[in-house]
């Protein structure tokens, strides 16, 4: 009991919510993937942190997601297979050498509506949790500009979101208002994209057809098994998290029936958000 216990405390796994909810699904048929560049750090600007990055889009609904982490939950999941199998051949977890994923997820709730744009955001803090986001429209201006990106003719837009300017190229050659993460609401879908500074960029990767996949994906919203919280309290959780990070786990994981302790590192400093990718909530 306790290996399972201490188990899923290292995936990351919510407990269940109290709260009932109505769930929608909905089942993807394009899959796009991006390769996400971003500075976090604006005093180390030679500093670049990559990732793979997915857009699941449905009927209804699109998910935005990292595939760097769904390949690593998946690793994980058939490690604990194993170890329940055989409980007494031990788990070794190697950690050397692994790049940080994104753990947020982004959830749009109609991708057949340009001007709806609330958000489902899913967020991991040992717990998951999920919020509602409802953020400004984007005001597109269409530029004079086009370009071949892959096989798909795009067209050049620029649009201020959260404190940045973004240069985005979309292509009414598939004609949904979508694109990586909260970028949205122009007639075609979003290839690429990236704010002014070159901060956060995402590059088109590449489109699958998810209908010719074996493999459906499905997407939930609210995602399954998280905790509904606001975007103020989740953000005073993060504040907690950095602030006194050994005493958030060792409460969150008492909160969770995890026995396990973390020990304090006395040259801990805090960390602080120094490029966040939204600079307001306007």
């Known amino acids: ?12 796994v919510a407990v269940n919510s109290s709260t009932a909810w109505a769930q929608n699904a909905d089942t993807a048929y ?4 991006y390769t996400f560049i971003q500075t976090p750090d604006t005093t180390r600007k030679s500093y670049q942190r990559e990732e793979n990055m ?25 490690q604990i297979a194993q170890l329940e199998a055989n409980p007494t051949g031990g788990l070794v977890i190697d950690a050397r050498g692994r790049k940080p994923t994104t ?3 982004i959830i749009n709730n109609d991708v057949n509506n340009s001007k709806n744009d609330t958000y489902t955001v899913g967020e991991n803090l040992l717990k998951n949790y ?9 005001n597109w201006e269409l530029q004079n500009e086009i370009k071949k990106i892959g096989s798909y003719t ?7 979101f959260r404190g940045r300017t973004y240069e985005v190229w979309f292509t009414a050659d598939i004609p949904i208002s979508a694109g990586p993460w909260k970028l949205k609401g122009l007639p075609g ?23 010719k996949s074996a493999n459906n994906f499905i997407i939930n919203n609210p995602p399954e ?7 103020k309290d989740f953000t005073k959780l993060q504040d907690a998290a950095r602030a006194d990070p050994v005493g958030f786990v060792n409460a969150t994981s008492a909160s969770m029936g995890v026995k396990m302790k973390m020990l304090p590192n006395n040259n801990y400093v805090t960390k602080k958000l120094n490029n966040p990718i939204e600079l307001t909530d306007e």
Do not use: H, R, W
Request: glycine letters at 4%; proline letters at 1%; hydrophobic letters at 40%.
């Open 225 to 231: 098994k998280y905790i509904k919280t606001t975007k």
């Open 154 to 160: 795009c067209t050049k837009a620029m649009g201020k």
């Open 103 to 105: 753990s947020t997820i």
């Open 189 to 211: 879908l979003i290839l690429e994209a990236a704010d002014s500074q070159n901060y956060y960029i995402f590059k088109f990767a590449g489109i699958e057809n998810m209908d």
């Open 54 to 78: 997915g857009l699941y889009i449905g009927k209804n609904m699109s998910e935005y997601l990292s595939l760097d982490k769904l390949k690593l939950d998946s690793v994980k999941k058939q």
């Open 130 to 138: 999920y919020y509602s986001d409802e953020c400004p429209s984007i």
């Open 1 to 12: 009991m306790k290996i399972k216990l201490f188990l899923a405390f290292l995936s990351a």
């Open 30 to 33: 394009i899959k796009v993937y």
